[in-house]
């Protein structure tokens, strides 16, 4: 390392700044992960039980995440979790998810190129729509019409 806060593998700048250079490595730990798991996939017996297991694994998130879609939550982020897990092993699930991501990054580019006030319709719409789904859970799943207790409680204090 030369200069203090300059970072491994950059190159300085003619104006004094720092450039990181632009091939980036994997860490480690994800270098020790991708061999572990070659080395499995060597083994017929061990690529198929990777496939098991992957499958089985992000399968059960996919089910999780499906199943608090309606809620307030994590709902579509444990879908995506799941179907990264399953992107490990899967071509289908690496292709699925690479244009979900593609997708994502276009609605939020778009949305950060709107002016203010349009970011804040989009935002209110989207507040308003969680609370919808968050009450209509409520009321279908626990049977409380919170709606309902809140204008009983004004109408008697």
Do not use: C
Not at 18 to 36: D, F, G, K, L, M
Not at 53 to 74: H, K, Q, R, S
Request: hydrophobic share 50%; charged share 15%.
């Amino acid at each position: 390392m030369g200069h203090r806060g300059e970072m491994a593998g950059s190159t300085k700048r003619e104006g004094g700044g720092v450039a990181v250079s632009e091939r980036r490595y994997p860490p480690p730990w994800r270098q020790r992960i991708s061999t572990t798991l070659a080395l499995i996939r060597a083994n017929p017996t061990g690529r198929i039980a990777l496939k098991i297991i992957f499958g089985v694994l992000g399968a059960l998130v996919v089910t999780i995440g499906i199943a608090l879609i309606p809620l307030p939550g994590p709902g579509w982020l444990l879908v995506i979790a799941g179907l990264g897990i399953w992107a490990v092993e899967f071509h289908w699930a690496k292709r699925l998810l690479a244009f979900t991501r593609r997708h994502v990054h276009g609605w939020t580019a778009w949305v950060k190129r709107q002016s203010l006030p349009v970011r804040l319709v989009i935002g209110s719409v989207g507040l308003v729509f969680v609370a919808a789904v968050a009450l209509l859970s409520i009321k279908y799943s626990l049977g409380i019409d919170v709606i309902a207790q809140v204008l009983r409680y004004l109408a008697t204090n």
